[in-house]
């Protein structure tokens, strides 16, 4: 695999060429997103429009290799669209119909996808993990004054405290 691109943030490093994408970490096993692509895999777990990307390998612990999908992503569209410089300029980038289906695609998707978490048995660590996670994220943007902590709790309670 040669002509190797990469990015990276402070919790992974991602790297690509033409045919694949490559993300690793020092920080944690990427083994749950491993064994979740395999188990979209095995279970056909697509619609339409929406579909995971398709696993190549994984190291075990913290290198796995997808193969490489070229598009634009919702976070982009949205951010991009609705960010203070666009704002200023005067441009208004948002097409709400295009995004308005992007996100029901999305939705439907996500649906299935959900349904089949709980139909199938999963390691209820890997769901232990995506909580503690989650609330770790809220508890830091309480400390740095981005949340209040009574909003922080609401979306605790509404969206954390579910996840088993």
């Known amino acids: 695999m040669s002509g190797w691109v990469g990015k990276s943030n402070p919790r992974s490093k991602g790297r690509f060429n033409d045919e694949f994408y490559q993300k690793s970490t020092d920080k944690q096993s990427l083994s749950i997103e491993a064994s979740e692509l395999i188990r979209c895999d095995q279970l056909q777990l697509k619609t339409e429009k929406v579909y995971p990307v398709e696993y190549v390998e994984f190291d ?24 203070r410089l666009h704002k200023i300029i005067g441009r208004n980038s948002i097409n709400s119909e295009y995004v308005a289906g992007k996100i029901s695609a999305l939705g439907a998707w996500l649906s299935i996808y959900h349904r089949s978490s709980y139909e199938h048995s999963f390691d209820v660590s890997a769901s232990m993990w995506i909580k503690q996670s989650f609330q770790k994220k809220l508890d830091k943007l309480v400390s740095i004054d981005l949340l209040t902590s009574e909003f922080a709790g609401k979306i605790t309670n509404t969206f954390v405290e579910p996840l088993a």
């Open 60 to 83: 075990g612990e913290k290198t796995l290799t997808t193969k490489k999908i070229s598009g634009v992503e919702l976070f982009n569209v949205l951010w991009n669209g609705t960010s």
